[in-house]
């Protein structure tokens, strides 16, 4: 099974310019999320969708913006892409709204110079 | 704002000691989960807690919630090099309902280097 599946892997990008991440579930779970993850700080919920149609903000969501197209994918777009958004992106999904188990994606590196 | 404490940081042992990591909050949780991170790849959940007190084994590794659920634990008895990982700990809301749509709030991770 292919779980949650993150594209790209790795990219880099000057600042200022724009690009979306991309995350496909196969498990038909209804809830999705994005999380950054930083050295020494963990992960942080950037945003999250409960079900298909809606999204919601997380922690740190300034300078991101998140469209659920379907049930199945959930994409991460950076319009404006700064320095400090240099991180690991992580989708996840979950059965419910109350979250369950939680399946993490491999991860994307980006990296903004 | 929710905030967990893991400590230590970085822990470094040799194979067959023992160990245990801490994860800490003045904030009360529903629920308390421990992942184990390899490099290269996402987070993979190891257990969920959501009963202060609640004790739970997972062959080596012990799992405890505090009795106010503000804080937990992971043991893990004679380690092995196959131990190796970041381990992170994370407070949600209860796994039976509710309205927090599985946002969690993550402690920074112990990195653990268990040498043979």
Redesign the interface.
């Known amino acids: 099974n292919a779980g949650v599946t993150q594209t790209p892997k790795f990219q880099v990008l000057k600042t200022g310019q724009s690009m979306t991440l991309q995350c496909a579930q196969d498990m038909n779970h209804n809830s999705m999320y994005w999380y950054r993850q930083d050295p020494g700080m963990g992960l942080r919920l950037i945003y999250y969708s409960a079900s298909e149609g809606t999204t919601d903000k997380g922690e740190v969501p300034n300078g991101y913006n998140v469209s659920r197209l379907n049930k199945r994918e959930f994409s991460l777009r950076l319009e404006s892409a700064a320095p400090s958004q240099t991180s690991v992106y992580f989708c996840a999904s979950s059965e419910g709204a109350s979250g369950n188990t939680i399946y993490f994606g491999e991860g994307s590196w980006l990296t903004v110079v | ?1 929710q905030l ?1 404490e ?1 400590s230590p ?1 970085f822990l470094s042992i040799q194979e067959g000691e023992n160990l245990t990591v801490y994860c800490n909050s003045s904030s009360v949780f529903s ?1 308390l ?1 421990w992942y184990r991170q390899e490099p ?6 190891l257990v ?1 807690v959501v009963t202060g007190g609640e004790v739970k084994k997972l062959k080596r590794l012990t799992f405890q919630f505090g009795d106010a659920r503000k804080d937990s634990s992971l043991h893990i008895t004679a380690a092995q090099p196959g131990d190796t990982g970041l381990y ?1 700990c ?1 407070g ?18 112990t990195i653990l280097t268990v040498h043979p």
């Open positions: 704002t967990l893991q940081q629920s989960q290269g790849e996402g987070p993979v959940l969920t992170l994370a949600g809301p209860t796994p039976a309902g509710g309205t927090s749509y599985g946002k969690l709030t993550f402690g920074q991770g």
